[in-house]
Nanobody, 124 residues
Framework: QVQLVESGGGLVQAGISLRLSCVVSGGTFSRYAMGWFPQAPGKEREFVAALSWGGARTDYADSVKDRFSISRENAKNTVYLQMNSLKPEDTAVYYC?????????????????WGQGTQVTVSS
């Protein structure tokens, strides 16, 4: 059974950086493309970043591409989301997801496994 566990969220002031981590167990991590999807209260889960299974290809939402960076360490079964210059509108529960296949994808329907989420709150 594949499990994803996120960590690294918290309450921070605007302009501060955070790094989220997601550890994957129970599957072959190097065979999953990975993504991050925040969900704000009352809103749908949305795409912000994705990464190919080898780490060579990335994709970002326009709203974060100059501030967020996704990366992975296959030896540690871990994917990261480095978030810089945080804004109050980044406040959300951030979910990590794994998709069977090599390429990054923006559609949440392409992802097979999800974590439980980690809360990020950015105060102004």
């Amino acid at each position: 059974q594949v499990q994803l566990v996120e960590s690294g969220g918290g309450l921070v002031q605007a302009g501060i950086s955070l790094r989220l981590s997601c550890v994957v167990s129970g599957g072959t991590f190097s065979r999953y493309a990975m993504g991050w999807f925040p969900q704000a209260p009352g809103k749908e889960r949305e795409f912000v970043a994705a990464l190919s299974w080898g780490g060579a290809r990335t994709d970002y939402a326009d709203s974060v591409k100059d501030r967020f960076s996704i990366s992975r360490e296959n030896a540690k079964n871990t994917v990261y989301l480095q978030m810089n210059s945080l804004k109050p509108e980044d406040t959300a529960v951030y979910y990590c997801a794994a998709a069977r296949g090599p390429q990054p994808t923006r559609s949440r329907y392409d992802y097979n496994y999800w974590g439980q989420g980690t809360q990020v709150t950015v105060s102004s």
